[in-house]
């Protein structure tokens, strides 16, 4: 069984800044893609994906502010987020594209989400 848990999170003031941390663990063959994302109401987006490679990608409305991370060893993604504006408040989610079996000697990948962390801006 496979769980991701995240930490961090919280209440900060606009302008500041916010780290969030998701650890990945179980019966993890691979992980391939780890990435952010957050829901606020109406919709959920992605905030930014780092792949095993570490090519980052990033939402429009975080390049420059937000900087996403990952220790392949330690299975985590780590999301530096500065710069907060109050748009950024949201439930923060983190997504792995992870592996548990191989068939036929091939990863099969999956998705696998955490339970989600309130970020929240707010003066």
């Known amino acids: 069984q496979v769980q991701l848990v995240e930490s961090g999170g919280g209440l900060v003031q606009p302008g500041g800044s916010l780290s969030v941390s998701c650890s990945a663990s179980?019966?993890?063959?691979?992980?391939?893609?780890m990435g952010w994302y957050r829901q606020a109401p109406g919709k959920r987006e992605l905030v930014a994906s780092i792949t095993r490679g570490g090519s980052e990608k990033y939402a429009d409305s975080v390049k420059g502010r937000f900087t996403i991370s990952r220790d392949g060893a330690k299975n985590t993604v780590y999301l530096q987020m500065n710069s907060l504006k109050p748009e950024d408040t949201a439930v923060y989610y983190c997504n792995a594209e992870l592996s548990t079996i191989r068939v036929f000697g091939s990863f099969r990948y999956e998705d696998y989400w955490g339970q989600g962390t309130q970020v929240t801006v707010s003066s």
């Open positions: 179980g019966s993890i063959l691979s992980i391939n893609t």
